[in-house]
């Protein structure tokens, strides 16, 4: 009675479906139950006399059925649009699923696009040290920036900074918006792009991340501290993939140069040049260096000459388990006309606890001259912890100590706090 029953089922319901297949489990267990009923109503009679027990099995056998039916359809309907999709992008059948994603998102970016762009940040900085002269500062910034693209080439960017907004400067004006970045860049490839204005030294790893909300602390490492690079320069600059290594950047400009003690200002001293190399080596280090020269245009030699600047950065990153990142930045700057050579390095570690916090560690140490004079060696220690409570807002605190070698130049300790929201 079994293998007639079960004979009768391949009859009546065909091969079974492959069980491995995900699509036809439901048919499966469906042909199941179907085996099951065609079972007990063919060998019903020979252990029931109630004829209402076959009928019932006979009526869940025709549901089962049914719903195997169903299920067929269902299966050819999906099979023929997946014939038709493959028809429409691959005549010969063969379709590359990741190249039509990958088309289909870069259409719908592209669509998504405006001819102009307006973002940038503001934020708060908060700093009590124990200095003689410095004590408690309140600086509120302010930053915003203009994307324009002009074509599938061409685009152009402008950015205005405002910098301690409510004291006063050396002319005793409050502070104003100043033009930080204004260039436009031609695009021509991957390998190839071409900048002309005003745009962010690309120096090392730190100097471009200038925006404060963007930076893990809130003070500088020393060698941003004492302006010994620009911020930014004025000039030409390409740019772009390294064509004979997949995992590498460059950037080459020539520019004015820029003051050493105004960095928003042209320096007519002479022309500067600047070019900087990077490249991930495996893919958690990343290696880089940067070469700058200027001629530099409030210190002159005894002839009367500028001095000229040199400066070589090389620095590294590397990512290491539990979401820790380490990295590091030396600069060696060559002066001319008998002054001193400057030494700075500083080295970081930064340890992600969660998605929303992090720990943040550096020490930085090297020739300093923003105390008594350019032979005093700082030493800092900078202790920082940052929370974004939710994307674009980031907080953060920290706590400096740092140290001169000359007698002369005073010691402090300094307590900071930044609260920031990127728009």
Avoid at 162 to 176: K, P, V, Y
Wanted: charge should be negative.
């Amino acid at each position: 009675m079994l293998l007639f029953g079960l004979l009768l089922l391949n009859k009546k319901t065909g091969d079974l479906p492959v069980f491995g297949s995900n699509k036809c489990k439901s048919k499966v267990i469906l042909s199941s139950f179907c085996a099951l009923s065609a079972l007990l109503a063919y060998s019903a009679p020979a252990y029931a006399g109630d004829a209402d027990v076959l009928k019932q099995l006979q009526m869940m056998q025709k549901q089962i059925e049914m719903q195997n039916a169903k299920i067929e359809s269902l299966q050819e309907k999906l099979q023929g649009q997946s014939t038709a999709v493959s028809s429409a992008f691959a005549a010969d059948g063969d379709v590359d699923v990741e190249s039509i994603v990958e088309e289909y998102l870069d259409e719908y970016k592209e669509s998504q696009e405006t001819a102009v762009k307006v973002g940038g940040n503001m934020g708060v900085t908060y700093t009590d040290n124990n200095k003689a002269v410095g004590g408690q500062t309140f600086n509120p910034s302010l930053e915003v920036f203009f994307d324009t693209r002009l074509d599938d080439n061409w685009s152009a960017f402008f950015e205005f900074a405002a910098d301690s907004i409510f004291e006063s400067n050396e002319d005793e004006t409050e502070g104003e918006f100043e033009l930080e970045r204004a260039y436009v860049r031609y695009t021509h490839s991957d390998s190839l792009n071409v900048t002309a204005g005003k745009f962010i030294t690309p120096y090392g790893l730190y100097n471009p991340e200038h925006w404060l909300v963007a930076t893990d602390s809130v003070s500088n490492p020393i060698h941003n501290e004492n302006k010994y690079i620009p911020l930014a320069n004025n000039g030409i600059m390409a740019s772009g993939a390294l064509p004979f290594a997949g995992s590498a950047d460059y950037n080459v400009w020539v520019s004015t140069g820029s003051k050493s003690t105004d960095t928003e200002s042209p320096n007519d001293a002479g022309i500067a040049y600047g070019a900087n190399i990077k490249g991930n080596v495996t893919e958690n280090v990343l290696l880089g260096t940067s070469v700058y020269t200027q001629a530099n245009h409030t210190v002159t030699g005894p002839n009367g000459r500028f001095r000229r600047e040199t400066s070589v950065s090389p620095y590294f990153s590397v990512d290491l388990p539990h979401d820790v990142r380490v990295r590091g930045e030396y600069l060696y700057q060559n002066r001319n006309e008998n002054f001193k050579d400057i030494d700075a390095w500083y080295a970081d570690a930064r340890w992600n606890m969660n998605d929303k916090t992090y720990l943040y560690y550096r020490l930085d140490r090297g020739d300093d001259e923003t105390g008594s004079g350019a032979s005093d060696v700082r030493t800092g220690h900078v202790l920082a912890v940052g929370y974004k409570p939710i994307p674009r807002v980031k907080l953060k605190a920290e706590y400096s100590d740092v140290k001169f070698s000359d007698p002369a130049t005073e010691d402090y300790r300094q307590w900071a706090a930044y609260a920031g929201l990127v728009f």
